[in-house]
């Protein structure tokens, strides 16, 4: 079906940051299939792991105990500052998991009919709830009738939460993304995370962060809350997790670990010991090769690269990242450079109509990240002074 308005390449091999399209022509990839491949393609320890477990065992269900599911749980967890894992299969799975996790806590609680704050221009996936969470009307349109049980508040703005909080007294969690990734790469203001955070403990709120882009090292931590020292009650995760291998993940701390018991939610493929399998490689890979660390010098060296060629340039509204999650906001519509960069080799991508999003693999080497700066500043050049 015609879901996708797709651009003219197709590729059919990659290694590193590198993809080779049907032609043989090469490209940087500076997306990372949007935010997946984190350790680039064909990552090898992830493709021997793969193979391997493919040979041994990859499905069993979840009626069954699956060792390698635990052990990722627990991997997980320990990074993450949580309690208890629920694996899926992608990012709105995730997120639906932690939806109903936030309306069970409710029930539990004495609140027929929770309802959970959701931030303007989030993006938290294409399923009916993930839909209705997100904030963005286009996204739902043709889709009424929503599913209720959510409030919308502005991003970044701790003050209307508190006017919500004063207001209702049905809410039972906030979700919400550290960076909103698809809204634009918009960062929160520092403390925006901790103030989340005092406000949900003082009204027994569960705080739901939204993972799925920012985690597994991208912003130069394992996850992004970690800069703020802030933990969560419930995160949810997948994209990187498995570098291209569909995994998602929700995990939860507390009382909000404990919520769901036997029977309340479910999947058939989730946690497979495949997916598992490649998803604890990752793991290995990133901690092993510090690939936190160099995101986030990584994405310094290209932030400063980035405003070093353009921050002059009239039309460039602002450069902002954190590790190598980097957003070049233009003062107009500028969907149609991508289509322009992958002329060049580069694959780039737009979002919120204005923002060129970069997202390499947290492996991209310095003469990489010269080259996306140096082909992106010259399309924003020529993007800027045609009429
Ligand atoms: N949440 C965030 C922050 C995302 O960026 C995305 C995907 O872009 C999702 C959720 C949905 O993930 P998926 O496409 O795997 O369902």
């Known amino acids: 079906m015609t879901t996708y308005a797709r651009q003219p390449a197709s590729f059919v091999r990659g290694q590193g940051v590198w993809l080779w399209d049907t032609q043989g022509r090469r490209y940087l990839d500076a997306l990372s299939g949007i935010a997946v491949c984190g350790l680039g393609h064909a990552y090898p320890a992830v493709t021997k792991a793969i193979c391997e477990q493919a040979g041994m065992l990859m499905h069993t269900s979840n009626l069954f105990t699956i060792d390698i599911q635990t052990q990722l749980g627990q991997r997980l967890c320990a990074i993450a500052g949580m ?3 629920f694996f899926c299969n992608s990012g709105a799975e995730a997120n639906e998991a932690a939806i109903k996790l936030a309306r ?17 221009d989030s993006f938290h996936g294409r399923t009916l709830a993930t839909l209705t969470a997100t904030g963005n009307a286009t996204l739902q349109r043709g889709f009424e009738p929503l599913v209720p049980g959510f409030v919308r508040a502005p991003y970044n703005d701790i003050d209307a939460l508190e006017a919500i909080a004063r207001d209702r007294g049905d809410i039972v969690a906030v979700l919400a993304e550290p960076i909103a990734g698809e809204g634009g790469i918009r960062i929160p203001d520092a403390g925006y995370l901790a103030a989340l955070r005092r406000l949900c403990d003082t009204q027994g709120w569960l705080l739901m962060l939204d993972e799925i882009q920012t985690g597994m090292g991208r912003t130069g931590r394992w996850f992004c809350y970690q800069h703020e020292e802030t933990l969560p009650d419930v995160i949810t995760l997948a994209k990187a997790l498995g570098n291209g291998f ?13 919520t769901f018991t036997p029977g309340a939610h479910g999947t058939t493929f ?30 310094e060296y290209l932030i400063a ?21 980097v957003g070049i906001k233009l003062d ?8 322009q960069a992958l002329e060049q080799g580069l694959i780039i991508n737009v979002t919120a109509g204005n923002v ?21 500043a010259r399309l924003v050049h020529e993007f800027l002074v045609v009429p």
Do not use: F
């Open 83 to 85: 309690d208890t894992a």
């Open 104 to 120: 069970l806590y409710g029930h539990n609680r004495g609140i027929n009919n929770p309802v959970v704050i959701a931030m303007e």
């Open 246 to 258: 569909p995994i998602g993940a929700c995990l939860a701390r507390g009382t909000a670990a404990q």
């Open 270 to 299: 989730g946690g497979n010991p495949l997916a598992c399998r490649a998803a604890l490689t990752v793991i290995d890979t990133i901690d092993r090769n510090r690939l936190c660390k160099r995101a986030w010098e990584s994405g």
């Open 305 to 325: 690269g980035l405003r070093q060629a353009l921050d002059s340039v009239e039309g460039v509204v602002e450069i902002q990242g954190r590790g190598l999650m």
């Open 332 to 339: 107009r519509p500028c969907a149609g450079i991508v289509h």
């Open 356 to 376: 060129i999003r970069l997202l390499p693999p947290l492996i991209v080497k310095r003469a990489e990240i010269d080259m996306i700066v140096a082909i992106v």
